[in-house]
Nanobody, 114 residues
Framework: QVRFVESGGGLVQPGGSLRLSCTVS????????MLWYRQAPGQEREWVAN????????RYSDFVKDRFTISRDNTKNTIYLQMNSLKPEDTGVYYC???????WGQGTQVTVSS
């Protein structure tokens, strides 16, 4: 069973930056297609970005394009989300996931507020 541990969230002012990490266990990480999702208070979970196994393909939702960067380190079983120019509407719990997993991690809380 694949497991996820997200970290790196926190409170940041608008315009600031954060770098999220997600460490994966229980699978062959280098074979996993990975995604970031987020869930704002009272809203459905939504897709943020994804990255393929060798980092050659990265895609972003329109609301984070040009501000966020997804990356991975297959030697550390970890993916990252570099978030720049943060806005209050980026507030939420951020999760990583892979399509074959059935469970979610605990997520990491990101709060953008002055």
């Amino acid at each position: 069973q694949v497991r996820f541990v997200e970290s790196g969230g926190g409170l940041v002012q608008p315009g600031g930056s954060l770098r999220l990490s997600c460490t994966v266990s229980g699978g062959v990480f280098s074979e996993l297609f990975m995604l970031w999702y987020r869930q704002a208070p009272g809203q459905e979970r939504e897709w943020v970005a994804n990255i393929n196994q060798d980092s050659t393909v990265r895609r972003y939702s329109d609301f984070v394009k040009d501000r966020f960067t997804i990356s991975r380190d297959n030697t550390k079983n970890t993916i990252y989300l570099q978030m720049n120019s943060l806005k209050p509407e980026d507030t939420g719990v951020y999760y990583c996931q892979t399509p074959t997993a059935t469970d979610w991690g605990q997520g990491t809380q990101v709060t953008v507020s002055s």
